[in-house]
Nanobody
Framework: QVQLVESGGGLVQPGGSLRISCAGSGFTFSTYAMAWSRRAPGKERELVAS????????KYADSVKGRFTISRDNAKKTVYLQMNSLKPEDTAVYYC???????WGQGTQVTVSS
């Protein structure tokens, strides 16, 4: 069955960097666009970044543009989110999903705090 497993979350200081990963299985990874979203406590889920199946096209929310980079390795069936210059307001559970489906991973917690 379809599985998405996120990893790499943790606690980081403001201004720091973190890379989270999402490994996919049970579907033809290279044929689907992928996306990262996040949900902060008390807030709606926010689409953070998306990437085309080939990796050529990417799109970012204004709130992370210039700080986050989405990428993928189709041979490893993995999508990444490199997060730089992290801010406390980036604290959230980060989820990957297959676009445009309703398959989601379990999420990984990212906490930005000193």
């Amino acid at each position: 069955q379809v599985q998405l497993v996120e990893s790499g979350g943790g606690l980081v200081q403001p201004g720091g960097s973190l890379r989270i990963s999402c490994a996919g299985s049970g579907f033809t990874f290279s044929t689907y666009a992928m996306a990262w979203s996040r949900r902060a406590p008390g807030k709606e889920r926010e689409l953070v970044a998306s990437i085309s199946n080939s990796g050529v096209f990417t799109k970012y929310a204004d709130s992370v543009k210039g700080r986050f980079t989405i990428s993928r390795d189709n041979a490893k069936k993995t999508v990444y989110l490199q997060m730089n210059s992290l801010k406390p307001e980036d604290t959230a559970v980060y989820y990957c999903n297959i676009q445009p489906t309703n398959y989601w991973g379990q999420g990984t917690q990212v906490t930005v705090s000193s």
